[in-house]
């Protein structure tokens, strides 16, 4: 579970990079928040892997959920469930404005969302099978 949730945040970072490096759009304040979280995984699981050290996983999902919560706000603020007076992102790149649409519905928060959840569940399974070894 842990080669599998690596595999998930080294994915969700390439795909950020992708986005910003390949396709020019700018990440904005919450997508800096959300890659903050992201990022660091990809080397504290890697470590954890290599080295076979369970306690990765709970500085995994610690970032994990961290990031998850972020992601799961800018996602309301991109579905306009949170008014304009408590987005973050008033001056500059707007956080509610939708540059991408994938498959037509998912959007770069959503997609967030879904890796963090992903690897969150990798993690939380991860740490249930260390407790039965």
């Known amino acids: 579970m842990l080669l599998l949730s690596w595999l998930a945040s080294l994915a969700a970072t390439l795909g950020s ?8 759009l700018q990440p904005c304040l ?14 504290v699981l890697g470590i954890g892997l290599s080295r076979e050290d369970a306690g990765s996983i709970l500085y995994g ?23 304009a007076s408590l987005q973050p992102c008033s001056k500059g790149l707007s956080c509610a404005q939708v540059d991408l649409r994938v498959a037509g519905f998912l959007t770069i928060p959503l997609m967030s969302l879904l890796a963090f959840s992903l690897i969150l569940a990798l993690l939380l399974a991860a740490r249930g099978q260390e407790g039965r070894t």
């Open 61 to 83: 999902l610690g970032l994990a959920s961290a990031g998850w919560l972020v992601a799961g706000y800018h996602t309301l603020l991109y579905g306009g469930w949170i008014p």
């Open 17 to 24: 990079l992708f986005f910003s490096e390949v396709m020019q």
């Open 30 to 43: 919450l997508c800096w928040y959300q890659r903050i979280a992201m990022f660091p995984l990809v080397l």
